[in-house]
Every structure is written in structure tokens, then in C-alpha cells.
T-cell receptor
Framework: ETGVTQTPRHLVMGMTNKKSLKCEQHLGHNAMYWYKQSAKKPLELMFVYNFKEQTENNSVPSRFSPECPNSSHLFLHLHTLQPEDSALYLC????????????????FGAGSRLTVL | GQNIDQPTEMTATEGAIVQINCTYQTSGFNGLFWYQQHAGEAPTFLSYNVLDGLEEKGRFSSFLSRSKGYSYLLLKELQMKDSASYLCASMDSNYQLIWGAGTKLIIKP
């Protein structure tokens, strides 16, 4: 247990379904991130929130919709996904988005394995 | 463009030493990270290097050469539990992390 909890761990959905992924941390961190991890590919940063405000959207299709109601919770709402969206979605948190110290490391959750049929 | 290269897969024997290399080309440089990810688990932080040289942490050491755009992770006295993927990430001038695709390390008895 890393301190970042993701649910569900596994999700299978059809292309017309609507589902949500949830991420929760109680580490006192103020920054939260969504990453996409596909087999044999680098981690892709999707969204960044700092103190509940979205600070980055890495050209992610609108079928992915993030929500950050507070610094401890992060959601990724999914609708009308495509089979190529099947991947492991990792949530991470850090103290802030200020990476200048280098000590501001990311704490990851175990991920939600998404399969789109 | 920005790029991180690391081997896709490596195999080593229990008790031995293995070195996982990572080369990076990024717009500026503000440090290099190594993370470990066991199958089905969260990536966990191993090391951060921003200055040239070797940093040792128990059985794991990380090396950086800024002039060569090169880092390696050295694992000594390998144990079966070291079987995992090892992710290299370079921080560019905008403090964005550029990730490699990871190296899957297989430890054999």
C-alpha cells in the first residue's frame, strides 16, 4: 500500500458506456496526476491538478474528463471510449507541482486496468 | 525531440550484479529519476540524481553523467524480488518528466 488508492483495479467497458475511475490519497499532498501506461510505452501524462486547480491537460481527448473536488480525491470520467484507450491508468500525487527541488517525488497508486471492448 | 532510451528487457541470475542503462536527450536537464514497478503494482521511487557521480542506497546504486546524457541503475546481490520493471525519467528545463518505456528485469535462480 503506497498511500494512493485507486478503484476499481480492473474495469471492462463497452464503447458506449460511461464509467469513472477514482483516486484517493491521504498523504497531505496537494498535487495529483493522471497517467496512461500502455505496454512497452513510456508513461503518458494526461492531467495535473495543483491545489484542486487543473494546471495541465496534455491534449487529451474530451472522452476523458477529470474532476478534482479536493486535494485528496481525483476522478477520471470515461465516456464513448475507443479500444485503443485500453491501458493501465495510474494516479499519482506529490507535495506540490513544484519539481525544482528534485525531492518532490511522485507517489503512485497501483492503477486501474481498463479494457474497452 | 525529447527521448529516453533504455533496454526493453534484461535477464540476470540471483546473487549476481546487473546494470540497467538509460540515455536521455531532453530540452535542458533538471535531474534523473529511477522508479521500480512490480507487475500489477504501483511504481515506487528509487533514486534521484542531479549531479554527476554515483549514489549508493544499500544494494541499489544510481549513476549519472550529464555530459554524456547517461545514467545507470546498478543492482547488487540480486534477489528474486528484484524482478520488476525499472523506469527511467529525465526532468527537462520546464521540470516536466520525460519517461522511458521501462526495462523489464527477469531474475533467474
Amino acid at each position: 500500500e503506497t498511500g494512493v488508492t485507486q478503484t476499481p483495479r480492473h474495469l471492462v467497458m463497452g464503447m458506449t458506456n460511461k464509467k469513472s475511475l477514482k483516486c484517493e490519497q491521504h498523504l497531505g499532498h496537494n498535487a495529483m496526476y493522471w497517467y496512461k501506461q500502455s505496454a512497452k510505452k513510456p508513461l503518458e501524462l494526461m492531467f495535473v491538478y495543483n491545489f484542486k486547480e487543473q494546471t495541465e491537460n496534455n491534449s487529451v481527448p474530451s472522452r476523458f474528463s477529470p474532476e478534482c473536488p479536493n486535494s485528496s480525491h481525483l476522478f477520471l470520467h470515461l465516456h464513448t471510449l475507443q479500444p485503443e484507450d485500453s491501458a493501465l491508468y495510474l494516479c499519482a500525487s506529490s507535495l506540490t507541482t513544484d519539481m525544482e527541488s528534485g525531492a518532490n517525488v511522485l507517489t503512485f497508486g497501483a492503477g486501474s486496468r481498463l479494457t474497452v471492448l | 525531440g525529447q527521448n529516453i532510451d533504455q533496454p526493453t528487457e534484461m535477464t540476470a541470475t540471483e546473487g549476481a550484479i546487473v546494470q540497467i542503462n538509460c540515455t536521455y536527450q531532453t530540452s535542458g536537464f533538471n535531474g534523473l529519476f529511477w522508479y521500480q514497478q512490480h507487475a500489477g503494482e504501483a511504481p515506487t521511487f528509487l533514486s534521484y540524481n542531479v549531479l554527476d557521480g554515483l549514489e549508493e542506497k544499500g544494494r541499489f546504486s544510481s549513476f549519472l553523467s550529464r555530459s554524456k546524457g547517461y545514467s545507470y541503475l546498478l543492482l547488487k546481490e540480486l534477489q528474486m524480488k528484484d524482478s520488476a520493471s525499472y523506469l527511467c525519467a529525465s526532468m527537462d528545463s520546464n521540470y516536466q518528466l520525460i519517461w522511458g518505456a521501462g526495462t523489464k528485469l527477469i531474475i533467474k535462480p
